[in-house]
């Protein structure tokens, strides 16, 4: 087999491939071994029947004629109840330019939060905390898009479904994972447009793709991509190779990024304190041997169908607070111990919700039944059952000697009445709404005070919940930022909105962004109800702790700078 090694520019061919075969073989490993212990702990599998719960779709898709599909889907309610308080607050963030020194930049700080609001990021924390409450987990996901802004580029921050996130099996958050992996199913095109290098090696997954059958009629045996082409016709992309037996042509792509310890080894001038080479006595520059990382951000392998499309240095900017930036950010809402997915609310009590969905049903049932009851007659009745409806006031005629009654079914007990209200109320109590959040008070209170205590006590877990977003925001915060830093190297113009009025941002690169530092204010992340805010903030304002201005602007009032 010696011979038969091709050297091509200085490059072992035969090499090559084998290595490209070992790193797909880890690649797809890790991938399998992930997505296993993710199916352990977080039952992904499941969701469609978990959404299925939330839409209030779980009964079957046929149903007998008396037994009626009643839903009462108070988990969607309280699902959204529980959204809508997370993502009222509106996160305040504090940029220092030296953390020895101290000293905010409120440009940068101004230019973060237009970023913030212009992306949609407490939109994408909403969906992301949507996904949580379903099933357990969301992420919240940003990268830089180099073709925005008529190609000036763009930090872009969306949401992720957390069933295309393979995190390292042995991480327990996402701070210390040693790598992480999303995958995506794309069109043989598209993957050939996104990797003109190596794309065209990538052959179709049976898995993902749709095959023509050749006894078909109409089957010429040319067809190639007839779902795709209207998308990415011939002609634009240059391809010019159908793939035979297709009509739609998927594959799964891995892109992992992964902590890398190797190192290389580069030579570099000597050069004196004022920057100037040091030369020898012959006046050539002297050089010094260096080891440094090869890969000091990371490393980024992307994969698709046994072909490896990319392999880098990660371009992400360095990370201060985590071992490595992958551009992912977890949401859970509850403490996940020793593991990483987390539980949400249809995970938890999705039975009970059905559980009382059935119940009512045969409540409703059973009143049908007891309005129709059983006619019961003899033999020599005389009636035509055929034309007979037993309808309300219908007037019959049965013969001399023979009866005709109504018999009713004995009803439900009232236990077996109230039994599905007493789950819904159960599961309410299970998931932290306590009767004073809908805004019952309990016996004896009348005081508005006592009142919003109550609510502000029965608000605990939501609370608990706000603090483990916090961190999910304080994280993404920073990987905003840092991206701005590392790929805002020329000066724009950022659109921005202070109060009411339009007031642009204008952006300075950042010379030295290991200097800055950033910082979430928790309060501003604190769940409140508004009845209290607005209360407290007429206390505050009365004692004179704050101007008119700032009591419009907290509760909400419109126009209230004009106003103010």
């Known amino acids: 087999m010696e011979d038969a090694r091709v050297e091509v520019g200085g490059t072992d061919v035969l090499d090559a491939k084998r290595r490209e075969e070992v ?3 880890w690649l797809e490993n890790v991938a399998l071994e992930s997505a296993r212990v993710r199916e352990d702990h977080a039952q992904l599998s499941k969701y469609k029947d978990w959404l299925a719960t939330f839409y209030g779709e779980h009964w079957p898709a046929t149903m007998p004629s008396f037994r009626p599909p009643i839903v009462a889907n108070e988990l969607r309610t309280l699902v959204l109840a529980e959204a809508s308080d997370l993502s009222e607050a509106q996160p305040r963030i504090y940029i220092t330019r030296d953390p020895r020194k101290g000293g905010r930049d409120r440009d940068a700080e101004r230019a973060l939060h ?15 905390s949507l996904w949580a409450l379903i099933a357990g987990t969301g992420f919240v996901e940003t990268w830089w898009d180099v073709d925005a802004c008529n190609g ?8 992720r479904d957390p069933r295309t996130v393979l995190p390292d099996p042995d991480a327990k958050d996402d701070k210390e994972w040693s790598y992480r992996i999303l995958e995506s199913v794309l069109p043989i095109f598209e993957i050939k447009r996104l990797f003109p290098v190596s794309g065209w090696r990538v052959k179709p997954e049976d898995r993902f793709s749709v095959r023509d059958n050749p006894s078909s009629a109409g089957y010429t045996g040319t067809a190639s991509h007839q779902f795709a082409s209207p998308l990415y016709p011939v002609a634009s992309t240059g391809i010019e190779d159908p793939i035979l037996g297709y009509k739609a042509t998927n594959a799964r792509v891995l892109d992992a990024i992964l902590i890398d310890p190797s190192t290389e080894t580069t030579f570099e001038e000597l050069r004196s304190v004022d920057g100037s080479p040091l030369l020898d006595e012959k006046g050539n520059p002297q050089m010094k041997q260096r080891s440094k990382k090869k890969y000091p951000h990371g490393r980024r392998i992307v994969g698709c169908n046994g072909v490896i499309l990319y392999d880098v240095p990660s371009h992400n900017p360095p990370s201060y607070t985590t071992k490595l930036d992958t551009g992912i950010v977890r949401v859970v809402l509850e403490p996940t111990l020793d593991r990483f997915w987390g539980s949400g609310f249809i995970q938890q009590t999705s039975e009970l919700q059905m559980a009382a969905d059935k119940l009512l049903s045969s409540v409703v049932e059973n009143a049908i039944r007891l309005n129709n009851g059983m006619l019961v007659a003899t033999g020599n009745h005389g009636l035509d059952l055929e034309s007979f409806a037993s309808i309300p006031g219908q007037i019959v005629q049965l013969n001399v000697g023979s009866t005709l009654e109504v018999k009713y079914p004995p009803p439900m007990p009232p236990d077996m009445i109230q039994a599905p209200w007493r789950m819904l109320d159960l599961q309410r109590r299970i998931l932290g709404f ?3 959040r809908a805004g019952m008070p309990s016996r004896g209170n009348v005081s508005a005070e006592l009142t919003e205590t109550e609510i502000s006590q029965g608000q605990s877990t939501t609370r608990l919940r706000a603090r483990m977003l916090y961190a999910a925001i304080q994280r993404l915060a920073e990987m905003v930022f840092a991206r701005m830093c590392y790929f805002y190297t020329t000066p724009r113009m950022i659109p921005a909105v202070e109060g009411e009025e339009f007031r642009p941002v204008t952006w300075t690169p950042v010379e030295n962004p290991e200097q800055y530092a950033l910082y979430v204010d928790p309060a501003s992340v604190n769940v409140m109800s508004r009845t209290l805010i607005k209360r407290l903030g007429t206390k505050l304002f009365e004692m004179r702790a704050i ?15 004009e106003v103010a």
């Open 114 to 128: 237009a970023i913030w609001r212009r992306n949609g990021v407490d939109m994408a924390f909403t969906y992301a």
């Open 547 to 561: 101007d008119r201005k700032a009591l419009l602007e907290h509760v909400g009032w419109p126009a209230w700078s």
């Open 152 to 159: 000036l580029g763009e930090i872009m921050v969306n949401v």
């Open 434 to 436: 306590q009767d004073a």
């Open 23 to 25: 790193l797909w073989s």
